[in-house]
Nanobody, 124 residues
Framework: QVQLVESGGGLVQAGDSLRLSCAAS????????MGWFRQAPGKERELVAA????????YYVDSVRDRFTISRDNAKNMMYLQMNSLKPENTAVYYC?????????????????WGQGTQVTVSS
């Protein structure tokens, strides 16, 4: 299994930017898609963005499209989420996860490795 550790969260104001990082250890990340999920208080965990193992294909939930950018560096076993023009509704704990499938999924059960999460708080 892969161990994942997120970093880069924090408290920012609306309109600011943050870059989340996900570092992997153990088995490498390559060959499987990765995703960033978020969970706000009282809400279900949702897929925010996903990226293919090569990085050539990406997915974004509509609410973050054109503001967030997902990327990965398989040589460094790293994945990133650049978040621009942050809004208060983006406040959540953000998790990185590795898909157990060869495609991404919105179903949390289709991911076999998870980080502990990093808190992102956006004030208005």
């Amino acid at each position: 299994q892969v161990q994942l550790v997120e970093s880069g969260g924090g408290l920012v104001q609306a309109g600011d930017s943050l870059r989340l990082s996900c570092a992997a250890s153990g088995r490498t990340l390559s060959s499987k898609p990765m995703g960033w999920f978020r969970q706000a208080p009282g809400k279900e965990r949702e897929l925010v963005a996903a990226i293919s193992w090569s990085g050539g294909a990406t997915y974004y939930v509509d609410s973050v499209r054109d503001r967030f950018t997902i990327s990965r560096d398989n040589a460094k076993n790293m994945m990133y989420l650049q978040m621009n023009s942050l809004k208060p509704e983006n406040t959540a704990v953000y998790y990185c996860a590795r898909s157990r499938l060869y495609g991404w999924s919105r179903n949390t059960g289709d991911y076999d490795s998870w980080g502990q999460g990093t808190q992102v708080t956006v004030s208005s």
